[in-house]
């Protein structure tokens, strides 16, 4: 049985070297560690690479991390949710801002500020957004798919820092199973009202379930837990494959039976995640592990 | 101000008596009596009530709960997650089972054995969930909304204590915006290689959109976040309208930013809860919640 | 293997038919259900039991529930924090108050008053607190023990719902190991400005340890974590023996491994809980869990 | 209003670095960064430095950070539990191990290993800890207080990397409350089975009054809740004056009533931190954000 070392912090040390002194640690410490070491062996070997984001990481600040690693071909599968794909849209054009998460909320409606936490919308964001997906909304004869949707939206995008165009130059796949739950599904609501936009509920399911038939090794990173979470484990479920590393960065826990808290082992019993699979989870806030994470790899990559 | 005023715990008291003198206490206890106060007036006055169901509800038990509140006429919209649904068909010829949660899980896999927390679902009930399903999914040429669809397979259902059945029976409508990521996402993906089926991603949207202007005063019980919570609210966003009266039963936390911990005081930023709304968020297991909740409402509604 | 069987909630059910119903569910009501018959065996069999209490839980409302279990005989040893002995003497003569948890707290602390979430105390309350325990704090010349403090403070209480009151009626020993941790740490400095008080720091750990070689077989119910948890689990671990039977309603998890979240199944790997002991740990808020069991339990004992 | 900028991640970044780009994020970013920042302004200025231990941050590998710190002359107060002080003695001699946190507890018990979540510690570890304390606890005829007990241990340890001993060495108090809540408490019970010692359960009390009445400027660090927490807090209470800089790490939150997860803020409605202070909780593990803060704030003194 290996032994706890006792951290030593050293004024300067860059986010590897810190990660490397919490490898022989208890509790989180330790966990995050493992996670950058799978995360590693992720994206120096020879895997397809799943990534699943759920929660608010775009209004956290997040945005350039998922799109960064879009462009330097980190991702090749991202699954997330319609609201990450909102902000990551008004991010094109406008802000979100800090405020106090006590503030009356009463007052902050007749303020126009929408509140996520400690993370503000004006009112006008949501002005600009309509103005911009009225205008960038397809209008299709035929009916597509969820992707090909975000895939349309993503070129008409001009920000290179966006999570959707970022996607649409590497020709990666955005999937969002429940688009209509954001207001990219309301504002589709507002432009059926006169144009024609038809997309098939299912027709993601189909492009994800070949996609994972035809991966030889493949690994994930999970934010958060949610639909985007479960549709990636789901898919690699009907195939005979199952992922091979995991890695789920999340605040919820298992033992109240949802899916978003539910352990990598649990995933095992089903088949979703390999029996012989490298995964961890990290029980922490997300805004503080990713950013690690993502800063330790990448220095580990350039090595 | 009032004071708090000590439990009194007498043998043979009802889940009624037991919520009411639970009504001057703190934490959790007074909040949870204020949930059945509000809920007590949402089902005794003229409310359109809206009800959220994420997490594994059914397969933790809580199936009748729900549909025995749907036929009783306490539901007039249910908004809940494709697993639900899923194991409320598999209800309907099999069972769930209660299993150890250490179990080792690449042993459950070599049985046979799918884990949710300590309930476990065999391979057998998913062979049966097959057959069954592509039995009942529907064969159509024209493109249907999502709520058609379940209320299709609502139909062909005979157990009267399935939540799809007995919408079906009452008349009334079931969204499921993330219906892709479950089983019947994948059943459909091959059901859809040799039959017709085109679901509309954005049918929803417009049916509880239109449902929303429609209300007059409304209510809305949350269990668990996840889509369901955020689909119904948004929908209210829409109108000029928002909830008068709203009861959420979460185990998720406001921090880290996700909307399934939001504060219903967040909702006021929003516009999706009036700043004039009674409503309470009880931190805790629904599965231990809920029927609490629904004893005492029931008990006092008899009176 | 078990069925879960779907819960059946019929209007005016009592608690223990409610929790009788929750015997095959799933996730945190299947515990509860579990934690209310093993809180049967123990208070129908012949264990000695032990009683942990942590959190603010007489401030929330649940003092009588505490002082009508030693009343009744269902505590033979308690072990709690000083702040709940310094509410239950406040209870004694003044109140704690409801109010709102956002509250301004600078504001608050203007007004006089101190906030326990969304339990307000007036500083009135505090100068009441002053002037009794000045008055009924001990002059001694000889070092006593922290239970023999105890027990003199509940002689001179007069209020017969109070804890400590009730325990000095019944004869039973309170442990409070941290007890200058608290106002009656306070107030005990100030006492000694002018008088004799000195408590042997150790004094407690004879006592319990003593009172622990002497059980035959034992249970005990942890309300919350904290050092009331660990004190009582350490000293049966001195002994040979080890509880038969224990019971945890809190609200910490394992992951951080903090002692108040460690799992039974831990305590069972230090000697502190038998490997054959029947034990359960509720994650759930206990001021709504500890009522019910409570109810349940004095439902069956009546039968 | 400040806008949220979205963090850029750049190979190589140190601790500093990586923090600097959270300031503008929300959620636990911001925190975390906010924390940085006022305890460079903790550790920069004139202020007395409290720090408070709880949790099992010794057994998870975080005792040399602490140890650091008192040797920079970092922390002036240290206030902790009997655990971190017992796994600290232990590293002078032996090791924690790290282990599979789902083994079984019972085959763990037969092997003699004791569990805290996933370190393990090993019987001999035990049998070394009873051979050190019964030779290095004094005996004494006058009574003592706890803090001058564990200088008089922290002067027979020779580990340099000790907690116990680096405050022995830079004669900084350390205050353990809940001392005969720990394997010190039950060793002292053996000790004093056959040798005189007697520790005044209030004497620490009197010490850290007197000290706290002393300061000018004050902050504290506060490493999970627990009796540490509240032991400084109330000692500060008590005087005319408050903290003027507060940082919380911790995973508890304040829902639930528990001091431990009690914000910063409700603390200023009792009047133990300023309504002008700087203060700020970070909801996370702390073996992750407390070795973070520690690396980035070295840094900036360092500059």
Redesign the interface.
Known sequence: ????????????????Q?VS??E???????R?AEAVSIYEEMLSGEYTRFFTL???MV???????IS?LIREGHIDVLVTTG?NLVHDII?CFG?????D??AP??R??EDG????????LGDEEFVGLEELLQKILPERSE?IT?SKLLELLGSRLTDE?SILRSAYDRKIPIFC???????I??Q??LH?QTKN??????G???EI?ELCYGVEKSGIVMI?G??PK??AL?SM??TPKSFDLAIQLT??????????G?TL???????KVS?HARHVT????????L??M??AV??R??K
Chains 1, 2, 3, 4 share one sequence.
């Open positions: 049985m290996e032994s706890v070392e006792q951290m030593e912090i050293v004024p300067g040390m860059d986010a590897n810190l002194t919490m022989h640690c208890g509790f989180g410490a330790g995050l759920a929660g608010a209004p956290a600040g997040m945005r350039n991390i960064g609201a991010e802000h979100h801002r800090l405020g998460p006590e909320d009463a902050l409606r500020l929408s509140r996520i936490y400690d993370v503000y009916t969820g820092r199973p429940a688009i209509s739950d954001s207001m599904g309301l589709a609501w059926r936009l038809s997309v098939d509920a299912f993601d399911v189909d379930v958060g949610g639909v479960n549709f789901q479920l009907v605040t919820d826990r298992p033992e109240f039976g949802g899916l978003s539910a082992s649990e995933a095992v019993s089903w088949g029996s990290v029980y922490s806030d997300a805004t503080i592990t950013p690690i993502v800063a990448l220095s990559l350039q």
